[in-house]
């Protein structure tokens, strides 16, 4: 049995963070618990779950569907990889994910026609304090990414920084974030064991990643940059020498980029068409830009 998540990841966007608690469930009418299933969800409520990324782009939607009759719950309940899980075993109807399913999703589920509709993109930034950035480091290449998430850059003194220890935390396999920078690191090679360091730990969603990098001197992360906007303690350090910004995002110059996705089983039809047309509608691309995503226009889709 997988372990529960927090789901976590409204307190985002410029305009959304002081409606939502650091404990929201990311639920909208019901609650979804357990082991990955929906035990508690009503059968007549559109069921999403998955990628903390899309999720507050998925609940804002929801939450302006209500007036129209939709009732969907949204969870966040292990990333993407959980998300296309429940869609491939039916406890769910649309997956959310920032990562494309794979052979061995369709493998493991062979009963299931996934069918992927992109939603807008965002970056993946290899996120630093600004202390670190201010006392000198500035950029990182892939060779200098590689040694601090391998535990063999230990101090960010080896790399221009201040003589401070590098604490690491890593996203848990599975989770789109951690398959975007290996991705960047490793090509179509597989990553190493993780290191056997006390400054290096595994973490899930994307708020509790912000938080344990905002409250560690020293300590790097992917997360997507989106989440960082408004946190002046967090840089997302430009790669390669090339920033994060939104023309380097759609123009696919920034190397770690990716496109956000809602999954179903088949082509969507019924509530789950519409709540993924409102999506794609000009009213609700306008919910992207408010969690620091781009839209389909901005990436010339």
Same mark, same amino acid.
């Given at each position: 049995?997988?372990?529960? !998540?927090?789901?976590?990841?409204?307190?985002?966007?410029?305009?959304?963070?002081?409606?939502?608690?650091?404990?929201?469930?990311?639920?909208?009418?019901?609650?979804?618990?357990?082991?990955?299933?929906?035990?508690?969800?009503?059968?007549?409520?559109?069921?999403?779950?998955?990628?903390?990324?899309?999720?507050?782009?998925?609940?804002?939607?929801?939450?302006?569907?209500?007036?129209?009759?939709?009732?969907?719950?949204?969870?966040?309940?292990?990333?993407?990889?959980?998300?296309?899980?429940?869609?491939?075993?039916?406890?769910?109807?649309?997956?959310?994910?920032?990562?494309?399913?794979?052979?061995?999703?369709?493998?493991?589920?062979?009963?299931?026609?996934?069918?992927?509709?992109?939603?807008?993109?965002?970056?993946?930034?290899?996120?630093?304090?600004?202390?670190?950035?201010?006392?000198?480091?500035?950029?990182? *290449?892939?060779?200098?990414?590689?040694?601090?998430?391998?535990?063999?850059?230990?101090?960010?003194?080896?790399?221009?920084?201040?003589?401070?220890?590098?604490?690491?935390?890593?996203?848990?396999?599975?989770?789109?974030?951690?398959?975007?920078?290996?991705?960047?690191?490793?090509?179509?090679?597989?990553?190493?064991?993780?290191?056997?360091?006390? *400054?290096?730990?595994?973490?899930?969603? *994307?708020?509790?990643?912000?938080?344990?990098?905002?409250?560690?001197?020293?300590?790097?992360?992917?997360?997507?940059?989106?989440?960082?906007?408004? !946190?002046?303690?967090?840089?997302?350090?430009?790669?390669?020498?090339?920033?994060?910004?939104?023309?380097?995002?759609?123009?696919?110059?920034?190397?770690?980029?990716?496109?956000?996705?809602?999954?179903? *089983?088949?082509?969507?039809?019924?509530?789950?068409?519409?709540?993924?047309?409102?999506?794609?509608?000009?009213?609700?691309?306008?919910?992207?830009?408010?969690?620091?995503?781009?839209?389909?226009?901005?990436?010339?889709?």
């Amino acid at each position: 049995m997988s372990k529960p !998540h927090q789901a976590s990841s409204l307190l985002t966007g410029k305009g959304m963070r002081a409606g939502y608690a650091a404990s929201s469930a990311l639920l909208l009418g019901t609650v979804l618990t357990g082991c990955g299933g929906a035990a508690e969800a009503s059968s007549s409520a559109l069921q999403a779950s998955g990628s903390t990324t899309v999720a507050p782009v998925a609940s804002d939607a929801a939450e302006a569907l209500k007036s129209k009759g939709l009732h969907i719950t949204v969870a966040t309940q292990g990333g993407s990889a959980g998300g296309i899980s429940q869609l491939g075993s039916g406890q769910i109807q649309i997956a959310l994910s920032s990562k494309p399913v794979s052979d061995k999703d369709k493998q493991t589920y062979p009963k299931t026609d996934f069918v992927s509709t992109q939603i807008g993109a965002d970056a993946v930034g290899v996120i630093i304090t600004k202390e670190v950035a201010d006392a000198g480091v500035k950029s990182l *290449n892939k060779a200098q990414v590689q040694g601090l998430f391998e535990g063999k850059i230990t101090n960010w003194k080896q790399i221009g920084g201040p003589d401070l220890q590098v604490f690491v935390y890593d996203k848990e396999p599975g989770r789109g974030t951690r398959e975007v920078l290996d991705k960047f690191i490793y090509g179509k090679g597989e990553a190493p064991a993780p290191p056997k360091s006390p *400054n290096y730990a595994v973490v899930g969603g *994307n708020l509790e990643t912000r938080n344990k990098l905002e409250s560690t001197r020293g300590s790097i992360a992917p997360l997507s940059t989106g989440f960082i906007e408004g !946190h002046d303690k967090l840089v997302a350090i430009p790669l390669e020498g090339i920033a994060p910004t939104n023309e380097n995002i759609a123009s696919g110059t920034y190397p770690m980029t990716r496109p956000l996705y809602m999954i179903t *089983n088949g082509k969507a039809q019924g509530a789950a068409k519409q709540y993924i047309d409102y999506i794609l509608s000009a009213e609700g691309q306008k919910l992207l830009p408010k969690h620091g995503y781009l839209t389909l226009k901005q990436m010339g889709l």
